[in-house]
Structure formats: structure tokens, C-alpha cells
């Protein structure tokens, strides 16, 4: 069974940092595909950043390149997205999302969030003006 759960959300200032956890259970080591979505009151859950857990590379949103950073560490099967130089529109609950596969490229490139069949309940990050 799997189950995420996020940790590290909080409030900052704009130009802030936060670092958010994600730990991962009940996925087969380096086969699955995880991602960090965040969604702000009256808008689509997006994808912000993912990563696959059995190779290199990583996904951004353009809004959030240069600035955060989806890491793993396996041996505590977690995944981190580092947030730095925060602003306002950052704003939003985000979510730890993951899903078994062991298809890299396309976890990278493609996955969407109808694809991600396992979420986490979300952590609160508020960044002010």
C-alpha cells in the first residue's frame, strides 16, 4: 500500500525559502514516477516539479525554473523540493504525488495529473508581499 506524506509548508516572505518532504512508501525502488503539484485557491492543480526514482533528470514548470528544486534521497525514500526566491503567486497547497512506472523518459517529459494515481494531503505554503 502506498502512502505520501508532505511535511514543511509554512508562511514566508517573498524571497524566502522553504524546503518541503515528501515521504514515499510502498513503491518498488527506482520505479516510480513523483511529482510536486501545487494548487492555489480557484486554480487547476498544476505540476510544478518531478522527478523518476530510477534515473536522472527532472521536471519544471517555467514559472518555477531557476528557483526550486526536486531532489530524492532513497535511502529515507523521500522526496524534497527545495523552494527558493519565493513570491506571492507561489502561494498554494501543494501536493506529493506518485505513481509505479518504470517508463523515465516519459515520467520526465509527459506525465500529467491525471496519470499520478497516489496523493499525499497536502502542506500549506503562503508566501507574502
Known amino acids: 500500500q502506498v502512502q505520501l506524506l508532505e511535511s514543511g509548508g509554512g508562511s514566508v516572505q517573498a524571497g524566502g525559502s522553504l524546503r518541503l518532504a515528501c515521504v514515499a512508501s510502498?513503491?518498488?525502488?527506482?520505479?516510480?514516477?513523483m511529482g510536486w503539484f501545487r494548487q492555489a485557491s480557484g486554480n487547476q492543480r498544476e505540476r510544478v516539479a518531478g522527478?523518476?526514482?530510477?534515473?536522472?533528470?527532472?521536471y519544471y514548470a517555467d514559472s518555477v525554473k531557476g528557483r526550486f528544486t526536486i531532489t530524492q534521497d532513497n535511502d529515507k525514500n523521500t522526496v524534497y523540493l527545495e523552494m527558493n526566491s519565493l513570491k506571492p503567486e507561489d502561494s498554494g497547497m501543494y501536493y506529493c504525488?506518485?505513481?509505479?512506472?518504470?517508463?523515465?523518459?516519459?515520467?520526465?517529459?509527459?506525465?500529467?495529473?491525471?496519470?499520478?494515481?497516489?496523493w499525499g494531503q497536502g502542506t500549506q505554503v503562503t508566501v507574502s508581499s
Open positions: 510502498g513503491y518498488p525502488p527506482g520505479n516510480a514516477c
Open positions: 522527478l523518476f526514482t530510477g534515473g536522472p533528470g527532472a
Open positions: 504525488a506518485g505513481l509505479r512506472t518504470y517508463l523515465g523518459a516519459w515520467c520526465i517529459q509527459s506525465a500529467v495529473r491525471a496519470d499520478f494515481r497516489d
